[in-house]
T-cell receptor, first 110, second 114 residues
Framework: GDSVTQMEGPVTLSEEAFLTINCTYTATGYPSLFWYVQYPGEGLQLLLK?????DKGSNKGFEATYRKETTSFHLEKGSVQVSDSAVYFCALNTGNQFYFGTGTSLTVIP | DGGITQSPKYLFRKEGQNVTLSCEQNLNHDAMYWYRQDPGQGLRLIYY???????QKGDIAEGYSVSREKKESFPLTVTSAQKNPTAFYLC?????????????FGQGTRLTVV
């Protein structure tokens, strides 16, 4: 069935370090892919999205490229800040349903 | 501002009680969803509704019930049949069911059994 698998955490990085959070998916057809961010005690906020193969979503210095050949949508940021500390969810929309990964907790230390 | 409002933010339930979580949206979205979030398990779909007066069970519907009498409202009742209800509950909505649609989320309700 359709699913999303993302890198387990927690991830701890120093400020200004490079971030990669891996996400792979299984789906039939042509889904859209998303990254959501959740700050403590809050709901999920859309961070970026890509709706077709080779699309690159970007926002607030974060980027992810929809790779159909490797069924991946890895999240990257060149220089993380303390304010980026949150839980990040990879998600898939098949048109019938959303599927979410288990979330990756990121802590950035000064 | 348009958005999704969940209330209350914190809710405490005694054993054997039913409780209802509120979800209201003013985005004019057709579809609404309820998810349950437990540590390390991501989001699990409880119920969803694509139009008024119609809803479908998700992956973990047992012990929960919903109604969709108005487009903007999708309340979730956690019944006494739900044996482990302590969790963070998230309501979401989408403008439709197309593959490019993004989901919008409320701020969540944390339910604790006391």
């Amino acid at each position: 069935g359709d699913s999303v698998t993302q890198m387990e955490g927690p991830v701890t990085l120093s400020e200004e370090a490079f971030l990669t959070i891996n996400c792979t998916y299984t789906a039939t057809g042509y889904p859209s892919l998303f990254w959501y961010v959740q700050y403590p005690g809050e709901g999920l906020q859309l961070l970026l999205k890509a709706t077709k193969a080779d699309d690159k979503g970007s926002n607030k210095g974060f980027e992810a490229t929809y790779r159909k050949e490797t069924t991946s949508f890895h999240l990257e940021k060149g220089s993380v800040q303390v304010s980026d500390s949150a839980v990040y969810f990879c998600a898939l929309n098949t048109g019938n349903q959303f599927y979410f990964g288990t979330g990756t907790s990121l802590t950035v230390i000064p | 501002d348009g958005g999704i409002t969940q209330s209350p933010k914190y809710l405490f339930r005694k054993e054997g009680q039913n409780v209802t979580l509120s979800c209201e949206q003013n985005l004019n979205h057709d579809a609404m969803y309820w998810y349950r979030q437990d540590p390390g398990q991501g989001l699990r779909l409880i119920y969803y509704s694509q139009i008024v007066n119609d809803f479908q069970k998700g992956d973990i519907a047992e012990g929960y019930s919903v109604s969709r009498e108005k487009k903007e409202s999708f309340p979730l009742t956690v019944t006494s049949a739900q044996k482990n209800p302590t969790a963070f509950y998230l309501c979401a909505s989408t403008s439709g069911t197309g593959v490019r649609t993004e989901a919008f989320f409320g701020q969540g309700t944390r339910l604790t059994v006391v």
